[in-house]
């Protein structure tokens, strides 16, 4: 029971920014946003989470809009490198900290 | 800093066989570890997780059972695998503590049940 909606599939041209969006319409006060990516056959890699305000580091940034119910992933310059699926995910508090996996977004980079 | 690994990478099992995988955390004490499966095209799934040793809680009901020995030590296993066993199995931690709830992945284990 997902409580994300992403696209299936984006492009972005190498050396531009990536923006992929999520919903997440149901998420509670308390519960977090996070990203994740998966290059094939690898474990995810962590990116970025964030709760009300928006947050960079040295990978991406996220942009949470006020009501909470939908976020952006900002890849400001992206590589060839950064073909992979994005997971947006709820951490949801239920005995420990537990997050909810949707399918994804594949994001190719062309060169 | 921390690494978590995970083995074996691969593995190809008939189907009634037994499953033994293993995953362990360096770096860090008294982790949060997760398993999770991921079939082909999909997300992940969490099936076990666990806050200490010997403390296991079950996400969903199917054909394997998790285990806990050593503080950074998760194992995961089944007395007969199914086909629908195959998948891509990874283990995760997290620290447990307050604002330390962020969970990193390991490389994961591929199995085909055939």
């Known amino acids: 029971d997902a409580k994300t909606t992403q696209p299936p599939s984006m492009d972005c041209a190498e050396g531009r920014a990536a923006n992929l969006p999520c919903n997440h319409s149901t998420i509670s006060g308390n519960e977090y946003v996070y990203w994740y990516r998966q290059i094939h056959s690898q474990g995810p890699q962590y990116i970025i989470h964030?709760?009300?305000n928006n947050e960079t580091n040295e990978m991406a940034s996220l942009i949470i809009t006020e009501d909470r119910k939908s976020s952006t992933l900002i890849l400001p310059h992206a590589t060839l490198r950064d073909t992979a699926v994005y997971y947006c995910i709820v951490r949801v508090r239920s005995g420990t900290y537990k997050y909810i996996f949707g399918t994804g977004t594949r994001l190719k980079v062309l060169a | 800093s921390q690494t978590i690994h995970q083995w074996p990478a691969t593995l190809v099992q008939p189907v009634g066989s037994p499953l033994s995988l293993e995953c362990t955390v360096e770096?860090?004490?008294?982790?949060?570890l997760y398993w999770y499966r991921q079939a082909a095209g999909r997300g992940l799934q969490l099936l076990f997780y666990?806050?200490?040793?010997?403390?296991i809680s079950s996400e969903v009901p199917q054909n394997l059972s998790a285990s806990r020995p050593q503080d950074r030590q998760f194992i995961l296993s089944s007395k007969k695998l199914l086909l629908s066993d195959s998948g891509f199995y990874l283990c995760a931690w997290s620290s447990g503590l307050a604002g330390g709830e962020t969970q990193y992945f390991g490389p994961g284990t591929r199995l085909l049940v055939l």
């Open positions: 770096g860090t004490s008294n982790p949060n």
């Open positions: 964030g709760l009300k």
């Open positions: 666990s806050v200490g040793i010997g403390q």
